[in-house]
């Protein structure tokens, strides 16, 4: 299977990340170690041998390089592609991302790395747009929007489609941000959902799952602190 090249770009600046981070945990516990096992040649502490045995320049030399290397390959998904490129994915790409954003996600957004996953709604062409009910579906840590079917089988979404009339909407997220952080960017974009909505909203439900739950909760409490307007729809 073809492997897209946003994600191999991703991939390298995770491996380069874990590269700068072990080799500085490594060198912490090398000068620990060698700080006390040399504790009684204090006196020749500015002696440079010394000082190479206690702070390796090897380490130095290894993290530097892999920074300058991250950085080159941050610094070329800059232009503003790395979200447009991170929608291109299929579906089993999208998968792998999300459990990366589950387990550091928040590490990714810190980094600029492009397998970042940008909050947003997805699959609206599969809704029903005349619908004035809307029902928005949360997954949870580790996961993304398709969670919500199986082995190809209508999902929630498809079922309150079908029998209530309701229109379905995926949110995709990562996971690995705060809680607090999710919930106060969902809140924002709910406003800007029912704001573009095409018919006149009666009613917004949310669903959500694990996580997703907690992130809804957040969603509402930041909705009544900042008075969003959203909030009076949700049933």
């Not at 390089?65 to 592609?81: C, E, F, P």
């Not at 997954?139 to 199986?150: P, T």
């Not at 082995?151 to 498809?158: C, T, Y």
């Amino acid at each position: 299977m073809a492997v897209s090249p946003t994600l191999i770009r991703g991939s390298i600046q995770l491996v380069l990340d874990c590269v700068s981070g072990i080799t500085t945990a490594a060198e912490s516990m090398h000068q620990t170690i060698a700080t006390s096992a040399t504790s009684w040649l204090h006196p020749l502490s500015s002696f440079w041998l010394l000082k190479e045995i206690r702070k390796p320049t090897a380490y130095a030399v290894v993290r530097t390089a892999s920074d300058i290397l991250n950085k080159s390959v941050t610094k070329s998904l800059t232009d503003g592609r790395a979200h447009s490129e991170l929608r291109s994915l299929d579906s089993s790409e999208i998968r792998y991302a999300a459990v990366l954003n589950g387990i550091c996600g928040d590490h990714f957004e810190e980094r600029g790395n492009v397998l970042a996953i940008p909050m947003e709604f997805v699959r609206q062409s599969d809704m029903p747009a005349a619908s004035p009910h809307i029902v928005v579906l949360v997954h949870g840590l580790c996961l993304a929007e398709d969670s919500w079917q199986k082995d190809g089988h209508p999902g929630m979404g498809e079922h309150l489609k079908r029998e209530l009339g309701m229109a379905p909407v995926y949110l995709r997220y990562n996971t690995g941000r705060r809680v607090s952080t999710n919930g106060k960017e969902l809140s924002r974009q709910l406003d800007d959902l029912l704001a573009a909505w095409p018919v006149p909203v009666e009613s917004l439900s949310l669903v959500g799952y694990s996580m997703g739950g907690l992130v809804i909760r957040s969603a509402c409490w930041y909705a009544d602190t900042e008075q969003r307007s959203w909030l009076k729809f949700l049933t």
